[in-house]
């Protein structure tokens, strides 16, 4: 089993920043990729990010490409997403979720392929 726990969401205006963080616990070892999520009242949960971990391999959403960057910390086993030029429909409450098992990285994009989740950190951007 692995335990994610997400912080660092929060309130902020259009245009500022923020980061967010993932710490991963348990059987950490096998992960395969690690991505960020996120998910608006009556939405599906999209894709944001993702990483795969052997590689350090990043993947973006169009959406959030050139203003957001996902990163890793290998010794904490922690991801994280810092979010520049926020926009208001950056809205959302954002999920970390760690995959196990090779694929490829199409799936990484696939929030069902992603066997854990985060509670979820909500980011408010107003305009």
């Known amino acids: 089993q692995v335990q994610l726990v997400e912080s660092g969401g929060g309130l902020v205006q259009a245009g500022d920043s923020l980061r967010l963080s993932c710490a991963a616990s348990?059987?950490?070892?096998?992960?395969?990729?690690m991505g960020w999520f996120r998910q608006a009242p009556g939405k599906e949960r999209e894709f944001v990010a993702a990483m795969r971990w052997s590689t350090i391999n990043t993947y973006y959403a169009d959406s959030v490409k050139g203003r957001f960057t996902i990163s890793r910390d290998n010794a904490l086993n922690t991801v994280y997403l810092q979010m520049n030029s926020l926009k208001p429909e950056d809205t959302a409450v954002y999920y970390c979720?760690?995959?196990?098992?090779?694929?490829?990285?199409?799936?990484?994009?696939?929030?069902?392929?992603?066997?854990?989740w985060g509670q979820g950190t909500q980011v408010t951007v107003s305009s």
């Open positions: 979720g760690a995959k196990y098992g090779l694929s490829i990285s199409y799936y990484y994009r696939i929030a069902s392929s992603y066997n854990y």
């Open positions: 348990g059987r950490t070892s096998s992960i395969y990729a």
